[in-house]
């Protein structure tokens, strides 16, 4: 229940949230998915959350980690973030403060990056959720907003469907929606002219 809540409460946040419930599908997960964070619970089922952490290390996995547990003593946060944690949060906790924490674990685990992102006469804020070009105010969707950072995050380069479904959605998304060329459709008009949004035909999308 409390992976589920954390899981919808994320997505509402516009990030891309998969869900394992034991440490065995933990471990299956990042075996074959890069995440930028990692929000393990000490006491998973099957493979104890400590180990999975372990593991992780051990693997030299380039995804933070914020380990939750239902002790906040300083022996225990401690021991935590002696097995390669990044971060440590105590149950329970108040949402937005695992939310700031995913975040600032997501800008460590990326290339820095200026807080204020610009290109094309568009400057967009993730901090305040912002978006304005050449001065005007943008009101996006958090798809929208999700998928335009990821495209001004790759500084010009080309950035594949496959990538924005995995940055901007979720597992669950079914890689053959048409649901990136839709919100592309959506973010272009309101981006209005001249066009920043460039097609690569077979290949993705740049700006």
């Known amino acids: 229940m409390l992976a589920d809540a954390i899981a919808t409460g994320l997505r509402r946040e516009a990030m891309a949230v998969d869900v394992?419930?034991?440490g065995a599908g933990a471990l299956e997960r990042t075996g074959y998915i890069d995440y930028d964070v990692i929000v393990l619970d000490r006491d998973l089922p099957k493979v104890h959350g400590d180990e999975v952490c372990r593991r992780l290390v051990a693997g030299r996995t380039a995804s933070r980690i914020l380990m939750l547990t239902?002790?906040?003593d300083v022996d225990d946060k401690v021991e935590g973030l002696g097995l390669g944690a990044d971060d440590y949060l105590a149950k329970p906790f108040v949402f937005i403060e695992l939310v700031a924490r995913?975040?600032?674990l997501g800008r460590r685990s990326a290339p820095a990056l200026p807080p204020?992102?610009?290109r094309s006469g568009i400057?967009?804020?993730p901090g305040k959720r912002l978006v304005t070009r050449n001065g005007e105010e943008i009101n996006l969707t958090k798809k929208e907003f999700a998928?335009?950072?990821?495209?001004m995050r790759a500084e010009g380069a080309v950035v594949s469907q496959e990538d924005l479904l995995d940055k901007a959605w979720d597992e669950n998304i079914d890689p053959f929606t048409n649901v990136v060329r839709v919100t592309m459709m959506t973010l272009r008009k309101k981006?209005?002219?001249p066009q920043a949004i460039e097609t690569?035909?077979?290949v993705g999308y740049k700006l």
């Open 20 to 22: 394992a419930y034991d």
């Open 70 to 72: 239902a002790s906040g």
């Open 102 to 104: 995913v975040r600032a």
């Open 116 to 118: 204020v992102l610009e």
């Open 123 to 125: 400057r967009l804020d």
């Open 147 to 151: 998928v335009l950072e990821e495209l």
């Open 191 to 193: 981006l209005g002219e």
């Open 200 to 202: 690569v035909p077979g």
